[in-house]
């Protein structure tokens, strides 16, 4: 996948057009008893990535639910945007669904779309590779303001300009809504 497909796809995900233009409520969902901290690892462009903190977010205006895991610690729900958008470092981002839907507990999710994505600050930026061999279960959701979901990602390994790219862990992603 060449560098112009990548950036073609990144674009049609970030391209979200909200049905209506009204943002779209996530459903109450409290569900499950994982309890799963975030602890994972694998390959970023052929260097080691360990995930330390993880977040989940829903976009009701684009609709899109994320999964985000950071090598950062501290990313909180408060400083979500800088940590995707301005600050340095790598981020594992998961697309999760594109629909207010309640999600399956214990059960795999299909293929998922994923990206890994290195800020070097607020204006640059590079996805090193769009995937969509994806394996993502949720062990517990919680949209209560404060709560965390939990479950298991699984990212295939894959080699792209001889660099490879994989990840496998558990999370427990802070619900943050907008």
Same mark, same amino acid.
């Given at each position: 996948?060449?560098?112009?497909?990548?950036?073609?796809?990144?674009?049609?995900?970030?391209?979200?057009?909200?049905?209506?233009?009204?943002?779209?409520?996530?459903?109450?969902?409290?569900?499950?008893?994982?309890?799963?901290?975030?602890?994972?690892?694998?390959?970023?462009?052929?260097?080691?990535?360990?995930?330390?903190?993880?977040?989940?977010?829903?976009?009701?205006?684009?609709?899109?639910?994320?999964?985000?895991?950071?090598?950062?610690?501290?990313?909180?729900?408060?400083?979500?945007?800088?940590?995707?958008?301005?600050?340095?470092?790598?981020?594992?981002?998961?697309?999760?669904?594109?629909?207010?839907?309640?999600?399956?507990?214990?059960?795999?999710? /299909?293929? @998922? !779309?994923? +990206?890994?994505?290195? $800020?070097? *600050?607020?204006?640059?930026?590079?996805?090193?590779? =769009?995937?969509? %061999?994806? /394996?993502? @279960? !949720?062990? +517990?959701?919680?949209? $209560?303001? *404060?709560?965390?979901?939990?479950?298991?990602?699984? =990212?295939?390994? %894959?080699?792209?300009?001889?660099?490879?790219?994989?990840?496998?862990?558990?999370?427990?992603?802070?619900?943050?809504?907008?």
């Amino acid at each position: 996948m060449g560098r112009l497909t990548i950036a073609c796809a990144v674009a049609a995900l970030a391209v979200v057009s909200p049905a209506g233009g009204a943002a779209a409520p996530f459903p109450s969902q409290q569900a499950g008893s994982g309890a799963e901290p975030t602890a994972g690892r694998g390959s970023f462009g052929g260097v080691p990535f360990h995930a330390r903190s993880a977040a989940i977010q829903w976009d009701g205006t684009a609709r899109t639910l994320t999964l985000y895991l950071f090598g950062r610690p501290d990313v909180r729900c408060s400083g979500l945007h800088r940590a995707v958008a301005i600050r340095r470092g790598r981020s594992v981002q998961v697309l999760v669904t594109r629909r207010a839907a309640k999600l399956p507990i214990d059960r795999a999710i /299909g293929d @998922r !779309f994923v +990206r890994f994505v290195k $800020r070097f *600050g607020a204006t640059d930026v590079e996805i090193q590779l =769009v995937q969509q %061999r994806v /394996g993502l @279960r !949720f062990t +517990r959701i919680d949209t $209560r303001p *404060g709560g965390v979901w939990h479950g298991r990602l699984d =990212v295939t390994p %894959r080699v792209l300009n001889e660099k490879r790219y994989s990840y496998a862990g558990t999370f427990a992603a802070r619900w943050c809504s907008s």
